[in-house]
């Protein structure tokens, strides 16, 4: 019989999507006080994968990923979700997103988002709350999964989860 394990802490990371510099910062102002100090901010990557928020927050899009310095639990990871979608809603005009938040962890194999959709690959977490395996983490890259985002899947994102996994690491190293 496995004993359980003591779960390591996580990095965590959130994909943000904005047309407007203006509302980024708010975004950024939220988060920074909801989840700690900012310690990599991605270059911005125009997002042209689909249309789907053009109606709800214009165009052209950008995407642009946070990690925090403060690592969580995964477990943890349902509660960000809700607060992410709490600050989408305080940064709302006219009823429509101005950003979208999409939380997410990454350990040493793999980066996980949450989501608020089910989809039967999905894992429940609490509250409504979904974790999808977004990518895989074997032999020095990051492959996606066959039902990851397309942006995912075109690898424009592999330097910065490379990255992110590399502070990773260098915290899990200082926490021994």
């Not at 102002?29 to 911005?44: C, V």
């Not at 709800?56 to 509660?79: C, D, H, K, N, T």
């Not at 983490?137 to 330097?159: Q, V």
């Amino acid at each position: 019989m496995a004993t359980p394990q003591p779960v390591k802490p996580v990095k965590l990371v959130i994909a943000l999507l904005f047309v407007d510099a203006q509302r980024l910062q708010l975004a950024v102002q939220e988060m920074t006080t909801a989840f700690g100090p900012i310690d990599y901010i991605s270059p911005h990557f125009a997002f042209e994968a689909t249309n789907y928020y053009f109606n709800e927050m214009g165009a052209p899009i950008a995407r642009v990923f946070y990690s925090f310095a403060q690592l969580v639990s995964p477990e943890e990871l349902a509660a960000i979700k809700l607060r992410t979608n709490e600050i989408e809603h305080t940064l709302a005009a006219d009823g429509k997103r101005t950003v979208n938040l999409d939380p997410g962890y990454l350990d040493t194999d793999k980066f996980v988002l949450a989501s608020a959709k089910y989809h039967g690959y999905k894992i429940y977490l609490r509250d409504g709350i979904w974790a999808d395996m977004t990518l895989h983490y074997e032999k020095g890259r990051f492959t996606a999964l066959p039902w990851s985002f397309p942006d995912f899947k075109s690898g424009a994102y592999e330097k910065v989860f490379l990255r992110v996994r590399e502070i990773y690491k260098k915290q899990l190293q200082a926490l021994q």
